[in-house]
């Protein structure tokens, strides 16, 4: 089990690697969603400001 995780020498070098690489995309998976929640909700808000839809709530 050890000659695995050595992986002939590189271990240290490919263990990182995958670490550093799943840490960007995690940082990547946050930042898509604070982005979409941050879009969602200008997205209501211009609609809720919209004349169009301002007037469908007046009738």
């Known amino acids: 089990m050890a000659d695995f995780f050595h992986m002939g020498g590189y271990g ?3 263990w990182s690697s ?3 690489a ?3 995309l995690a940082a990547l998976a946050v930042e ?3 982005n ?3 879009l969602t909700a ?3 808000r211009l609609k809720a ?3 169009r839809h301002r007037e ?3 009738q």
Do not use: V
């Open 12 to 14: 240290a070098y490919i």
């Open 42 to 44: 200008e997205a209501n």
């Open 32 to 34: 898509s969603r604070r």
């Open 36 to 38: 979409f929640r941050r």
């Open 18 to 20: 995958f670490g550093i």
């Open 22 to 24: 799943a840490l960007a």
């Open 56 to 58: 469908d709530k007046d």
């Open 49 to 51: 400001d919209s004349p």
